[in-house]
């Protein structure tokens, strides 16, 4: 698992990466359409239009659409019945309330608020241009609401009251933050425009007069009213605060509308002017206006990404489309990656599985003693593609008698597992059988190469034999085993028998030894010679030493302490590597090879390689030719010839017959012919 | 003796680099040249180098293993495999003089298998030889 969370660990950073991007592109689409609005609508606060009114390419296109505001508010105070001039319309809307009946005003109350609200966004947006007249007509404009509104009595306000109920009805439902942010905004809007008007000493008055006239209704306006004209704006700001304003506050707000947009809508262009000229109070009031309303859309931090995003050039927008693409690329190809690997790594785990249940198969548990022997076996598999392909098995034979299998399948991994359970249970069944060593060899080999396909085996097969004290061996292809006592290159290797499969008939040679002592055999794998200390072969030589220093401790003479011996003297071990240890009591005596055994067909019985076995298995030079030839007349006449040199103490005697495992397979082939039949 | 072939070469992860070197040593003979120890990492470019030169024509082989200071089973196998798929009438000569070498194709049995000559001029003789007793 561990790994497991490394793997996924690794592909964490991009994912990470992806997200956050995501999360950044799901941030710029939500201020998109805020930043449009900023760009197409005026700044919420007058300090905003102050600075948009500094950016000289947005100010004509907000002159523009303020111009066509006022025009509008025009023609809305044309239907009201108030003079067309707009410089009028703000003060008609204001004054027109009280002087209208009480059916009447209400609906003249609500042309006059849209009179306002039009006004006050051409002011809004007009806040960006300059011009100084704007501000003779805001304290002209504002001078004449006081007069009118002064009349202004509790019906007045009890009117205003529903008329703002029956607007808000059929406006349709605000909501609550909504309204708590428009509210602060407009009272932000009043307060600065208030403070503008305290600069030029006839608007101040005339605002200060304007909300004193209008909302006198309400207790707070009119303390606001009353409060030093510098701070009737701020004053404005705090009546606001409470977080369901009051009627008051509405009333102030529309003082400060009616204020404004009466000021403002004659020539769109005052406010900016006012603003501008207001600029030392401004920052005094605004911002701290700015802090004190609740509501979230108006904090700063909104306020400043809204400003980020709204000046973001063309540009940059490509560019963080491109990145959100790409984004989304890496973040499909990481997701992609992580199933791969999910799925890599469940199908490592079933491919460990299969080879752990084959493993299991191939090597048995093994009784640690069979009759008198004791009985060990180790397998180390490689730590790369050269892993699988060992097998090993011991078990109990007849009449005491103990048989050993060691083998090596060419080819590694998962092809290589069902051949070493098949050549393990094949051979396993012609020991069982009652063949020695080198006829199960001899029998077995032809199927099994059948079904080996291009595959080919070493295998060593053995039996020890407790009454006689005989160990007999025939190797295919296989190292021989190693026997304490005994020289590592006593046994002939000259004409070895080839491996299985390798198109060569084999099972033609065997070793018997006699074990008149207590000894160690051990069979091997090649992968425990071929392993490399420091680029040198481990070799025979070197494991037989091994074996001996192991041997002074019976008890820990086994398989696995040989192979971990092994493990720790070299850096190296391309193949697998396994073991299996016979430990055999007994007293004194030194095991000694007692007869060699070769199986010549016509061709092998001239060869070479026949003449150096002989040679090596001690047959006077003199009498090799007369052998040869005696071994090819028995070949000529049953296609093999099967030498014995039994090696005891002074010269060997020879034994020639033929081969005694043809007849088996002749007898077994009538046998298939009469079943045929 | 002319290269016509390309080189194939492999990097053993151990120490020893290796190299196959294919030469034309007569008409109808090719060389394989290995030098560098043969095991599980190097026997795949053998196979690949044999193969290559088995399926272009009928052509003797000799491999020569001078330069190859130790064989494992699986190059033996690729060797094995080689001899096996001969055509009719094709022959295969290994060139070796290394000690551990001919030492590991005697106890495998597979000494019996090749011909195992040690020099070029021997396994080019038994090729050629054989050649003309075969036609």
Known sequence: ?677 | MQAIGANQGDTDPGEVSFLITRKELAHDTSLLAVEGDLDLASAPSLKWALADVQSAESRHVVVDLSGVGFIDSTALGVLVGAQRALDPGVRLAVACTDENVLRIFELTGLDGMFEIVPTLQDALGFVQGSTTAAG
Request: some cysteine; aromatic content about 2%.
């Open chain 1, 1 to 677: 698992m561990a790994r497991r969370s490394g793997v996924l660990k690794t592909f964490a950073p991009p994912a990470s990466l992806a997200l956050a991007l995501c999360i950044l592109i799901a941030l710029a689409v939500l201020f998109e359409p805020a930043a449009a609005d900023s760009a197409a609508q005026p700044a919420p606060a007058p300090t905003e239009a102050g600075a948009s009114g500094e950016a000289g390419a947005e100010r004509s296109a907000s002159t523009r659409k303020a111009e066509r505001l006022a025009r509008r508010s025009e023609r809305a105070a044309e239907a009201n019945g108030t003079p067309a001039k707009s410089e009028e319309a703000g003060s008609g809307a204001a004054t027109g309330t009280p002087r209208a009946g009480t059916d009447a005003s209400s609906k003249a109350t609500r042309r006059a608020e849209r009179a306002e609200r039009a006004a006050d966004r051409a002011a809004r947006k007009a806040a960006g241009s300059s011009g100084k007249t704007g501000v003779k007509n805001s304290s002209r404009a504002a001078t004449g609401s006081p007069a009118a509104s002064k009349g202004s009595s509790e019906r007045s306000r009890e009117e205003r009251r529903r008329a703002h109920e029956e607007e808000r009805k059929k406006s349709g439902r605000e909501s609550y933050k909504e309204k708590k942010a428009r509210l602060a905004r407009e009272a932000v809007e009043a307060a600065a425009l208030a403070a503008a008007g305290s600069n030029e000493g006839a608007a101040l008055q005339t605002a200060t007069a304007a909300a004193n006239g209008l909302a006198a209704s309400s207790p707070e306006a009119r303390a606001a009213a009353e409060t030093p004209p510098v701070l009737a704006g701020e004053h404005a700001v705090r009546t606001t605060k409470p977080r369901r304003p009051g009627a008051g506050s509405k009333q102030l707000r529309r003082t400060g509308n009616a204020a404004a947009g009466g000021s403002f809508a004659l020539t769109s262009a005052a406010a900016g002017a006012a603003v501008r000229n207001s600029g030392a109070n401004l920052p005094a009031h605004a911002p701290r206006a700015a802090h004190r309303a609740p509501p979230a859309k108006s904090s700063p931090l909104v306020t400043t990404v809204t400003r980020i995003i709204g000046v973001i050039p063309t540009s940059v927008w490509l560019l963080i489309g491109v990145l959100a693409l790409a984004a989304l690329a890496f973040a499909t190809t990481s997701r992609l990656a992580a199933g791969r690997v999910r799925r890599l790594d469940r199908q490592r785990r079933e491919l460990l599985e299969d080879v752990g249940l084959l493993q299991g198969a191939l090597l048995p548990e093994l009784p640690a003693r069979l009759g008198p022997v004791t009985t060990t076996a180790a397998y180390r598999p490689a730590s790369g593609p050269g892993a699988g392909g060992d097998f090993y098995d011991v078990f109990a034979l007849p009449e005491g008698l103990v048989a050993v299998i060691v083998g090596d399948v060419s080819g590694h991994g998962r092809e290589a597992l069902p051949h070493t359970t098949l050549l393990r249970y094949t051979l396993r069944a012609y020991l069982e059988a009652g063949l020695g060593p080198r006829e199960a060899l001899r029998a077995a080999a032809p199927a099994l190469e059948r079904q080996l396909g291009e595959s080919f085996a070493t295998v060593v097969l053995a039996t020890w034999d407790p009454r006689e004290r005989l160990l007999s061996y025939s190797c295919a292809g296989h190292p021989h085993p190693l026997l304490s006592g005994l020289d590592p290159n006593a046994p002939i290797i000259a004409c070895s028998a080839p491996p299985i499969g390798a198109g060569r008939p084999t099972g033609t040679r065997q070793t018997v030894l006699s074990v008149p002592g207590g000894a160690v055999a051990a069979f091997y794998t090649d992968g425990v010679i071929e392993a490399r200390t420091g680029g040198e072969l481990y070799g025979t030589q070197r494991l037989s030493d091994t074996l001996r220093e192991l041997e002074r401790d019976a008890e820990a003479t086994t398989a696995a302490a040989l192979l971990d011996r092994v493990r720790e003297q070299t850096d190296r071990r391309p193949d697998d590597m396994a073991a299996c240890l016979l430990g055999i009591s007994g007293g004194e005596g030194r095991p000694v090879i007692v007869s060699e055994e070769i199986e010549l067909d016509g061709r092998e019985a001239g060869s070479a390689r026949t003449r150096r076995f002989l040679l090596a298995a001690g047959v006077a030079p003199g009498e090799i030719d007369r052998v040869l030839a005696s071994a090819r007349a028995i070949a000529a006449d049953h296609g093999n010839a099967l030498l014995q040199i039994s090696r005891g103490e002074g010269s060997p005697r020879l034994t020639l017959t033929h081969d005694n495992v043809a007849p088996l397979r002749a007898r077994a082939l009538a046998r298939t012919q009469e079943v045929a039949l």
